[in-house]
């Protein structure tokens, strides 16, 4: 039977070569011999709608063309179904993408990926409704995605800069209350994340090592320490220095219950909400398309 792919598209995505990039990426699926149909959203929850009808359907394969936002959409249409999600990240973070090995950079090789229908079955993190591939950010990090959310200006990486010195100035241990897999937690932390992958915001390793396909998911603490201790430490994340520090804990858990005042949390870079929140992990919830050693 020929196989049926919807690419699921963001338009905006590719530093403004989408379109030239979808062409190209639909020409490389359809020589494979798949019969290929475009999704592409008035916005994220059009997509999510469009994503939706679309698996219902019956297509054999979801490929998101975007950044980590665009495979969050595609994720709560596909999470517990057959469905597979292939992925041609054009982001600036790509996290995702990263963790399970497929090409960055190069949206032909990755289309190749699509065509070589090696799949993969990884777990996924849920809150309530939603579900998370990649990280759920409830401290400091949390709060800089808050505050570059609500700045105009400037746009890109130095937007978050400025975010980030903007909220260490005043930041203070947060005290959580943790209930990992029934035994609670009192914890005051700078940074606490959530993490079903190694990594957010575009190679921050928060949670080196963390393995996708375990059925657990790593809570990463940084503990409290000094403002200017603190500063120093958390760019060291994305070369995964922090893993030494004193400061550092991780706690592998099925299932994390967290509370704390005045906290925004966000999964997959999107704003999920205010604390508290119950996560769990929920095993080999999704099927990617990955290259044959990842």
Not at 17 to 45: C, K, M, Y
Not at 84 to 90: A, E, I, K, Q, R
Not at 220 to 247: C, D, M, N, T
């Amino acid at each position: 039977m020929t196989r049926q792919i919807a690419l699921l598209a963001n338009p905006t995505a590719g530093r403004g070569n989408a379109d030239q990039i979808l062409d190209a990426v639909t020409e490389r699926l359809s020589a494979s011999g798949a019969l290929v149909e475009h999704l592409i959203g008035d916005d994220a929850e059009h997509a999510l709608e469009l994503t939706r009808k679309a698996a219902a359907e019956g297509v054999d394969t979801v490929v998101s063309l975007g950044g980590d936002g665009m495979v969050h959409v595609a994720v709560q249409a596909l999470a517990e179904t057959e469905v597979s999600l292939g992925v041609v990240p054009l982001g600036t973070g790509n996290d995702f993408a990263r963790a399970l090995g497929i090409p960055t950079g190069d949206p032909l090789a990755a289309a190749d990926v699509v065509v070589g229908d090696h799949v993969r079955r990884i777990d996924l993190g849920r809150s309530d409704d939603t579900w998370f591939a990649t990280v759920l950010a409830a401290g400091f990090d949390a709060a800089v995605n808050e505050r570059a959310n609500a700045m105009r200006w400037p746009h890109g990486d130095l937007r978050y800069t400025l975010a980030a010195l903007s909220v260490i100035r005043s930041w203070k241990p947060v005290p959580y209350r943790l209930e990992i897999d029934g035994v609670v937690r009192e914890q005051e932390a700078m940074l606490l994340a959530i993490a079903n992958t190694e990594s957010y915001g575009g190679g921050l390793r928060v949670a080196a090592g963390c393995d996708p396909s375990d059925g657990l998911l790593d809570a990463i603490l940084i503990k409290p320490v000094s403002r200017l201790e603190f500063l120093r430490v958390f760019p060291g994340v994305r070369q995964a220095k922090h893993l030494s520090h004193p400061a550092f804990e991780r706690i592998r858990a099925r299932r994390i219950t967290v509370s704390a005042p005045g906290v925004i949390a966000y999964s997959d870079g999107e704003r999920l909400g205010p604390l508290p929140l119950e996560v769990e992990c929920v095993r080999s919830a999704l099927g990617v398309l990955v290259p044959p050693r990842s």
